[in-house]
């Protein structure tokens, strides 16, 4: 693994972010990005992958349990489209199916607050979508 990798859950309210800084390390929840546009938090996006020289920014996409697209994949490919448009490295789209779910069990396992998981919960998502990215490339699929 050449560089680090960012992992994004990107919904309506917030964005969740983790980091991975090499591939013998684990990735980590890294913070939260409150949504507010597409323009502003792509950008706020890039500013954190050059700060943390990421050379790659993986996506959670949204894919219905029946493995069908929807609007929210429709408005995921245009999220894809204009981060990649403005981010130099490369850019790659996971499916996020169930990943927000593993991260409330997690969560609900360390007997924190309802009030305290539901601030870290998307960047606990991205976790689930990073280790998901990293087991898929380790499998050569």
Known sequence: MDGAILALDVGTVRIGVAICEGA??????LTTIP??????????????????????????YPVRLDGSH??????MDRFIAALRGSF???????DERLTTAAAQRKLLATGLSGRKRRTIVDRYAAVEILESYRFSISRGS
């Open 24 to 29: 013998r390390l684990p990735a980590l929840p």
């Open 35 to 60: 949504h507010t546009n597409r323009t502003t938090d792509i950008a706020r996006i890039v500013d954190l992958a050059r700060e943390r020289a990421a050379r790659t920014i993986v996506v959670g």
């Open 70 to 75: 929807g609007t929210a994949a429709e408005k």
């Open 88 to 94: 130099a490295g490369d850019v790659v789209a996971v």
